[in-house]
T-cell receptor
């Protein structure tokens, strides 16, 4: 019963590098979300998806891109990494976008 | 104005006491309300959800919702040291998005 799986758990990037954070869910949920959480803060929505092929911006989308080619996968792409993107990233899924969200364990990303 | 506001604390209560956590939200169209617990370095885990005005009880936890006042709270009875964590309030608006408060840090003193 995996739920929401995120990889990698930790990563250090240099300024200007790019990378993809992976997120997979096995609950057949239509809705998926990417959040970032800065120290001592709540979660800020980066992007979300209501189904395969459909994505939309959240509160803080700048510097990020997403795609949703399958129901299971929702990768987050960072292009030209900047120190301001140092954060913990959480992926979540929800059955209908209204009820409970299920979270992955997070990816701790540092950009130096 | 922030979508969801919480008192950041820290809130300290003695073991066995009642902890009261509060949250206000700005979007009157919000439909569902959640309390998550987050231990340091971990992901949020759902404690309670509530959709209708009034109280909802689950074990030692009670969520209270007042849509007219745009207010949702969480009471933790018989607080235990293991309840020490950050509690996040989340609100779902009518547009499939969830908005989170900054969290309230709770410490239960043995």
């Amino acid at each position: 019963n995996a739920g929401v799986t995120q990889t990698p758990k930790f990563r250090i990037l240099k300024i200007g590098q790019s990378m993809t954070l992976q997120c997979t869910q096995d609950m057949n949920h239509n809705y998926m979300y990417w959040y970032r959480q800065d120290p001592g803060m709540g979660l800020k929505l980066i992007y979300y998806s209501v189904g395969a092929g459909i994505t939309d911006k959240g509160e803080v989308p700048n510097g990020y891109n997403v795609s949703r080619s399958t129901t299971e996968d929702f990768p987050l792409r960072l292009e030209l990494a900047a120190p301001s993107q140092t954060s913990v990233y959480f992926c979540a899924s929800s059955y209908d976008g209204y009820r409970t969200q299920h979270f992955g364990d997070g990816t701790r990303l540092s950009i130096l | 104005q922030k979508e969801v506001e919480q008192n950041s604390g820290p809130l300290s209560v003695p073991e066995g006491a009642i902890a009261s956590l509060n949250c206000t939200y700005s979007d009157r169209g919000s439909q569902s309300f959640f309390w998550y617990r987050q231990y340091s370095g971990k992901s949020p885990e759902l404690i309670m959800f509530i959709y209708s005005n009034g109280d909802k009880e689950d074990g030692r936890f009670t969520a209270q919702l007042n849509k007219a006042s745009q207010y949702v709270s969480l009471l933790i009875r018989d607080s235990q040291p293991s309840d020490s964590a950050t509690y996040l309030c989340a609100v779902n608006n009518s547009g499939n998005q969830f908005y989170f408060g900054t969290g309230t840090s709770l410490t239960v003193i043995p």
